[in-house]
Each structure stands twice: as C-alpha cells, then as structure tokens.
C-alpha cells in the first residue's frame, strides 16, 4: 500500500507516477540477498549457455538504455508541455478575450 503522500504526490506529478508504475513489478528485488542472485545467475547460465551470455548481457543493457532514452523523452514532453501552459497563462490577455468564470465547486 502506498501512504497518503505519495498518492498525493503522484497525482501531482505525472512522470513519477509513471516511473512507479515502472519499478511496481520488480519491487521484490530489494528482499533479494547474495545467494539468491548466485541462484538465478547459475539458472540463466544453465538455460543459455556460456558462449550466448555475453550476447543475452549485451541486448539486455542495449534494452535498458533504450527505455531510459524514451523515459527521459517522455519526461522532456511532460516538462515543455507544463511549462508551455505555464507560459500561456502568464501572457497579459487582450481586453477582446472573454475570461471564462469557473463555477464553483
């Protein structure tokens, strides 16, 4: 369960809800210890061999550099798009434009 704050601050911001959403399924990693980790290496070497390890190692840090590529890309997109609307409502309106009254809630 998440506490009260972080609800509040992932509604807030939008990029670290995405990035929680990200890191939700692998929060079990930090349970792990040594011998664990020895375990499922020994596992993956089994499966895959020795002469495909380095290629399986390869592509996989190949792949997690692309996703942080497009993590940041995305949060770049985020940013400019607040800021842009920040900088839109901080512009002097003409006296022509009507200012829309909001109800209240």
Do not use: C, W, Y
């Not at 992932?10 to 375990?39: G, H, K």
């Not at 499922?40 to 061999?49: K, S, T």
């Not at 592509?59 to 839109?88: L, P, T, W």
Request: net charge neutral.
């Amino acid at each position: 369960m998440l506490s009260k704050l972080v609800k509040e601050q992932i509604s807030e911001t939008p990029a670290l809800s995405l990035m929680i959403a990200a890191t939700i399924p692998f929060a079990f990693i930090q349970n792990m210890n040594a011998p664990e980790i020895i375990m499922i290496l020994a596992v993956v070497l089994l499966f895959f061999g020795a002469k495909r390890l380095p290629e399986l190692t390869r592509s996989v840090g190949k792949s997690i550099g692309e996703f942080k590529r497009a993590k940041d890309d995305i949060e770049h997109d985020v940013r400019s798009a607040i800021e842009s609307g920040e900088a839109e409502a901080k512009k002097p309106r003409k006296s022509s434009e009507k200012v829309e009254a909001s109800e209240p809630a």
